[in-house]
Structures are given as structure tokens and as C-alpha cells.
């Protein structure tokens, strides 16, 4: 086998996020995001999903409202399959690149929506703050940034479960492992992809690090923002956000007169 080459985060793994995924109810939570959204909002029609991976919610929430919608990512692999997934409805949808700290190109909003602790791959706080700044020049007036994070506590729960998986997927073989510093609060899976239909077994690595945020610090971080908090949840419920929450859902709103 070739040396292993290591891959930008969502590059090779594009290729496998579908059915690494496979579990995940997107469905689900598409309808919870739009609960979110009509208890949030007047009349939520612009909606852009940010870090939108391989699209999959925007796909589901196409499907239950009269939305004008877009998706992006800053991933352009990530992106390729999001596209082909938006190009084929009746109505296609965009879908393009964009990443947290520059989001020019995105205007006019009444909603913005990040799901997945895609948040928590910005490492530093002074990134969540400028993501907020940058969120604002996107929205309408009381338009609205829905996003979740992940915790400490999620972190310490989940690596044992998500360390040293493995499986296949067509021609590809990938090896997963998981590991969390709780001095730094930094999580870090790394991915190893094998391709197995080459004669000479090709092998990538990526290493995604990722910060896990307490409650209080994304409220101070809120606090200094252009937007204002409107309410934290438990994961999928519509319950207050605890010190103990794993993830946490923010609805936050714009203030600009
Ligand atoms: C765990 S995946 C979630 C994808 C999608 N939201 C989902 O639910 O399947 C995290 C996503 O965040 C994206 N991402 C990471 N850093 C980003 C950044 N700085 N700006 C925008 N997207 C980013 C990645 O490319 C990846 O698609």
C-alpha cells in the first residue's frame, strides 16, 4: 500500500458521509427546525443552511415548507455531493461554498441554520464571535441564527462509542478513532479512508478537531454580539438548556433597526 497522504477535513470523507450517517434522521430533524422556526418567526421564508455538509436536512426541510431556501459549506467535496443531492428536485436548490467567517455572499436572510456541532469546529472564541458578526450582516431585521454545539459532557459520553469503529462502503474502508482532552476541550476523530480498487491500495487520513463549548460561554459570546439570545434548548426538545446538556439548540435573533 501507498503511504498514507493526509486529506484537508471533508475531503476524502465526502465520498462516505452518506452512509456514515445512515442513522441519522434527518427527516426528524428537519421538522424540529421548522417548529424551531415558526415559533421564532413570523413568517420565515429565506432560509440558509450553513455547514451544510452533504445538504441532507435542507433536502428534508424542502419538503415541508414553502421555503426559499439555499445550502452551503465550506467543504467544496462536501459541497459537490450537496449539490448533486439539490440539482435533482424539481426545484433545485443552490448550493455553494461558504465558511463561518466569510459569509459575503449570503444576504437578506430571515433565517440562518447550522446543525450538527458543525459550530464547534471553529477552535478559538474569538471565531464564534466574528461567525456572529458575520451571521448578523446575513439576516433581515429579527431574522434568525439557529444553530447547535456540543458540551464537555457530550464529549466525555460519546468517545468511547464513536473510538475505534470501522466498516466498508463499496470499494472504501475507513477506520475511525476518537479521543477528548478535557484540559483544552478539544475532540479530535481522525479518519483513515482506504480505497480498495486500485491496484495499489491508496490510503488518506484526516484529523478533525473540534471545540466542545460550555453553555455559559456561547451566552457571554451572544452577549457581545450584534444578536440577541432568544432561547437555549435541551437537543430536540423545546426544554430549557441545562449546564448538563450534551447538545444544546441557540435561537438568536437580529437587532440591527
Ligand atoms: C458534522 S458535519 C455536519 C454537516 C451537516 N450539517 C449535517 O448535519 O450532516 C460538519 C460540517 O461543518 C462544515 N464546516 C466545518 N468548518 C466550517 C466552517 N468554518 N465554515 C463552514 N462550514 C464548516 C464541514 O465542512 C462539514 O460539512
Keep these: 500500500m501507498n503511504e498514507i497522504q493526509k486529506k484537508p477535513i471533508y475531503s476524502k470523507l465526502a465520498e462516505i458521509y452518506d452512509h456514515i450517517m445512515s442513522d441519522v434522521d434527518y427527516a426528524y430533524w428537519a421538522e424540529y427546525i421548522d417548529d424551531l422556526l415558526h415559533q421564532h418567526h413570523p413568517e ?4 440558509t443552511e450553513l455547514s451544510c455538509g452533504t445538504a441532507s436536512l435542507t433536502l428534508e426541510l424542502s419538503k415541508l415548507g414553502d421555503y426559499d ?3 452551503c459549506d465550506a467543504s467544496p467535496d462536501m459541497v459537490l455531493v450537496g449539490s448533486k443531492k439539490l440539482d435533482t428536485l424539481a426545484q433545485p436548490i443552490p448550493c455553494f461554498e461558504a465558511s463561518f467567517d466569510n459569509l459575503l455572499a449570503i444576504r437578506e436572510q430571515d433565517a440562518l441554520i447550522s446543525v ?3 459550530v464547534n469546529y471553529l477552535l478559538q472564541p474569538g471565531e464564534i464571535e466574528h461567525f456572529f458578526h458575520e451571521a448578523a450582516k446575513c439576516l433581515t431585521v429579527n431574522g ?4 447547535d454545539f456540543s458540551t464537555p459532557k457530550n464529549s466525555i459520553e460519546a468517545v468511547q462509542h464513536l473510538n475505534e469503529i470501522e466498516g466498508d462502503y463499496h470499494h472504501i474502508r475507513y477506520y475511525r478513532t476518537s479521543s477528548f482532552d478535557p484540559k483544552h476541550n478539544i475532540h479530535t476523530n481522525s479518519f483513515e479512508i482506504i480505497d480498495r480498487s486500485r491496484t495499489a491500495q491508496q490510503a488518506w487520513i484526516e484529523v478533525h478537531k473540534q471545540r466542545a463549548y460550555e453553555l455559559v460561554q456561547i451566552k457571554k459570546l451572544l452577549d457581545k454580539s450584534p444578536l440577541k439570545a432568544l432561547a437555549f434548548y435541551d437537543a430536540f426538545s423545546f426544554n430549557e438548556a441545562r449546564s448538563t446538556s450534551t447538545r444544546i439548540t441557540v435561537v438568536a435573533r437580529c437587532q440591527k433597526p
Design 44 to 47: 420565515p421564508t429565506a432560509i
Design 69 to 71: 431556501l439555499q445550502a
Design 116 to 118: 450538527f456541532d458543525s
Design 144 to 147: 434568525l441564527l439557529i444553530f
